[in-house]
């Protein structure tokens, strides 16, 4: 059956990359075949721990496909159903606009320089992984649909946990970022960052990339 795991990848400073760097790096994603298009942007509160699959409103913008301007947001609970833990321990919360969608790459650009860069969080929602890249085949047991991919570039550092449960208690050491990428799968035969992607990574984040994984 498996468990769903997010990993995340980022620098070994909480720095925030410029919005041209940023847009190279979302290009670069999708020409050297780590994600797939259609890619749909979004700006506004984003939790960098929401699980991408279930329940953030990144999976919303990958699975519901909205239309461009709506504003999306996460489950809202009743006082006493709430978890007030830590995200991913306890509840996320995200509210943000999506502000633009394509299936070609180069459409990012425009997008993010419209995009209130720095000032918000900003998300780049790719559809999942590129299974046509062998290094990605090689590194998962079989093609998944659901492994979607998601760069970050957050107004404010938030603390992302090296390995733990989303089930557990918090515990354990965090790592702050502002820049990271984050894609979730089911299966994997690989250990450590995909490797495709942490190429890419290397080229904008610096040699010392830190990763990480949440699961549950």
Request: hydrophobic content about 40%; aromatic content about 10%.
């Amino acid at each position: 059956m498996g468990i769903w795991t997010d990993a995340f990848t980022a620098p070994a400073e909480p720095a925030l990359l410029s919005r041209e760097d940023f847009g190279r790096l979302v290009v670069g994603l999708a020409r050297e075949r780590v994600a797939c298009t259609p890619w749909a942007l979004l700006a506004g509160e984003l939790c960098v721990n929401a699980s991408l699959n279930w329940g953030s409103v990144s999976g919303q913008a990958r699975w519901d496909r909205p239309d461009i301007g709506s504003v999306l947001h996460s489950e809202e609970y009743p006082e006493g159903l709430r978890d007030d833990d830590p995200p991913p321990w306890g509840d996320s919360y995200e509210r943000a606009s999506l502000l633009a969608r394509s299936d070609a790459i180069l459409d990012v650009l425009p997008a993010l320089q419209r995009a209130p860069y720095g000032e918000e969080d900003v998300a780049v929602v790719f559809r999942r992984l590129d299974f046509t890249n062998r290094a990605i085949l090689d590194y998962f047991r079989f093609e998944d649909e659901r492994t979607m991919l998601v760069a970050f570039s957050l107004a404010r550092p938030q603390n992302r946990p090296l390995s733990t449960n989303d089930g557990w208690k918090p515990h354990g050491p965090v790592h702050p970022v502002r820049t990271c990428l984050v894609h979730t799968f089911k299966h994997a035969n690989g250990d450590g960052p995909l490797p495709p992607l942490a190429s890419i990574a290397t080229r904008y984040f610096g040699p010392d990339l830190v990763t990480g994984e949440t699961w549950g």
